[in-house]
């Protein structure tokens, strides 16, 4: 596609449900990450895939968060038994994976946990 | 460590005046900076990067940024405000390490309001 796409848009889930968040990267773009924005906050960093190397998982806040990347495709970012302090946008950006190349941004999925 | 520091959470200026929004950075080595531009319910969008050639780099709709070794700064400027640039402003540092992780490391934003 053109740009960055994310899904869902918006998800609402209880306490300790599990959710998955999905990334659609621009097309031949081998470097993908995921950021959390909390509410009046900056973007905090999460993770990052590039290509069929070991994902760079040093910004995971806790074992209940993962992701998965197949190749340079889709991505999906896991939070299980969700807490209410998981509730921010979740934003995924994608580049041409140079140590310069600019990183775009996907719309992101704002997740409230009730 | 690399890090960016704005300068003002909030900057109010009325529409035809000039903007400046404030960014600090601190880096161990010669950065890769940006600046972002979130609108309301809408994606990131990059206004502008300094990746060490010209220090003063043009972006979209105007805006313009200068990068200053001494003082280590980066600030957004526009001479002209538009109704349209009201938005959250985002100073970004990349973070490079291992040869591998482009990390960003982005700045808590500035909101701008545009007063008519």
């Known amino acids: 596609g053109a740009g960055v796409s994310q899904s869902p848009s918006n998800k609402v889930t209880e306490k300790g449900k599990d959710v998955e968040l999905r990334c659609d990267p621009i097309?031949?773009?081998?470097?993908l990450y995921w950021y959390r924005q909390r509410l009046g906050q900056g973007l905090e960093f999460l993770i990052y895939?590039?290509?069929?190397?070991?994902?760079?998982k040093s910004g995971l806040p806790s074992d209940r968060f993962s992701a998965e990347r197949t190749g340079e495709s889709v991505s999906t970012l896991t939070i299980q038994r969700t807490q209410q302090e998981d509730s921010a946008v979740y934003l995924c950006?994608?580049?041409?994976?140079?140590?310069?190349?600019?990183?775009?941004f996907g719309p992101g999925t704002r997740l409230l946990v009730l | 460590a690399q890090s960016v520091t704005q300068l003002d959470s909030h900057v109010s200026v009325s529409e035809g005046t000039p903007v400046l929004l404030r960014c600090n950075y601190s880096?161990?080595?010669?950065?890769?900076l940006f600046w972002y531009v979130q609108h309301p319910n809408k994606g990131l969008q990059l206004l502008l990067k300094?990746?060490?050639?010209?220090?003063l780099v043009k972006g979209i709709n105007g805006f313009e940024a200068e990068f200053k070794k001494s003082e280590t700064s980066f600030h957004l400027t526009k001479p002209s405000a538009h109704m349209s640039d009201a938005a959250e402003y985002f100073c970004?540092?990349?973070?490079?390490?291992?040869?591998?992780?482009?990390?960003?490391?982005f700045g808590t934003g500035t909101l701008l309001a545009v007063q008519p």
């Open positions: 950006a994608s580049s041409s994976g140079t140590s310069s190349g600019t990183q775009y």
């Open positions: 097309s031949g773009h081998t470097a």
């Open positions: 895939f590039q290509g069929n190397s070991a994902p760079d």
């Open positions: 880096s161990s080595y010669s950065p890769s």
């Open positions: 300094y990746t060490s050639a010209a220090t």
């Open positions: 970004v540092v990349n973070r490079l390490y291992g040869g591998a992780t482009n990390k960003l490391i």
